[in-house]
Structures are given as structure tokens and as C-alpha cells.
């Protein structure tokens, strides 16, 4: 798994410099005790290809002190509500 650190690459990690344009479509949202489980779509088209792509995604965002301090991404719904003690 890859770690991003610091403000400056968190943004670099989600500025669409790779797509010719971008969208993110949230499907769903619970919050947890100290993390928030967001499934969402997103879809996107190749800035040099043109190719299009969609998936969806399993996002857990962990929350200290009122903060983001943790994005963990997964594959499944499952797995992702898990870690976010949702189930």
C-alpha cells in the first residue's frame, strides 16, 4: 500500500492531472466513532488516451481531533465498514 504524507501531496495525490476530466459520485455515507465509510462512483477519462474508466470505491476517512489524519481505500464494502467499525 502506498502512504502519502503532508498537505502538499494529499492535494497533489487528488489534483486530476492524469484525466481529462473527473467525477465523484457519493452513493453512500455512515459515520462511525472515530471514522466516516463513504462508497462512491467515480469516473474519469484518460488525459491522453481518452479512455474512459469507472469504478467504485470504499473509502474510510479517520477523524482525531476534529482532523482527517487517515484516507484508507478498499476494494470491498465489507472490509471497508469493518475497519470503520461498522460492522
Do not use: K
Not at 469507472?54 to 477523524?63: A, D
Amino acid at each position: 500500500r502506498d502512504v502519502e504524507r503532508g498537505r502538499e501531496r494529499v492535494l497533489d495525490y487528488f489534483r486530476p492531472d492524469v484525466f481529462q476530466d473527473q467525477r465523484i459520485e457519493i452513493r453512500e455515507i455512515e459515520i462511525g466513532e472515530d471514522a466516516v465509510y463513504v462508497r462512491m462512483n467515480f469516473s474519469a477519462r484518460g488525459a491522453g488516451s481518452g479512455i474512459p474508466m469507472e469504478l467504485e470505491s470504499h473509502t474510510v476517512y479517520r477523524i482525531v481531533d476534529d482532523l482527517l489524519v487517515r484516507l484508507e481505500i478498499y476494494a470491498d464494502a465489507p472490509d471497508a465498514r469493518a475497519a470503520a467499525g461498522l460492522g
